[in-house]
């Protein structure tokens, strides 16, 4: 089973930068796709970006340009780094594991993500 933990979030001042981070374990594919997603109380989740194991990142238009997805398969963590933050990046940022290519998984609006953390809290004050 695999298991995800997310660490880094908090409160920021608009402009500001924070690095999320998720350390996972359980994995058992060698191909497997990863991801991050975001969601304030009362909406719809918002992917933000994935990325294949050996493969490019993909970006969302949500925040396509401040954030940067990355992985460390030897620290099995995936990182989030957000730049330029704003008060609408207000939110609980999740991370999400799939085996397989992240293409396997993409229906054409998003990623069809079924492991998840608990998530971490991101504040962005003006």
């Known amino acids: 089973q695999v298991h995800l933990m997310e660490s ?21 594919s060698s191909t497997y796709c990863m991801g991050w997603s975001r969601q304030v109380l009362g909406k719809e989740r918002e992917e933000v970006a994935v990325i294949d194991v050996d493969g490019s990142p993909d970006y969302t238009d949500s925040m396509r340009g401040r954030v940067t997805i990355s992985l460390d398969t030897s620290r099995s963590t995936l990182y989030l780094q957000m730049n330029s933050l704003n008060p609408e990046d207000t939110a609980t940022y999740s991370c999400a594991y799939e085996p397989g290519p992240c293409g396997q998984i993409y229906y054409g609006t998003g990623y069809f993500f079924q492991n998840w953390g608990q998530g971490t809290q991101v504040t962005v004050s003006s």
Do not use: E, T
């Not at 001042?13 to 359980?26: A, I, T």
């Open 8 to 28: 880094g979030g908090g409160s920021v001042q608009s402009g500001g930068s924070l690095r999320l981070s998720c350390v996972f374990s359980g994995v058992a």
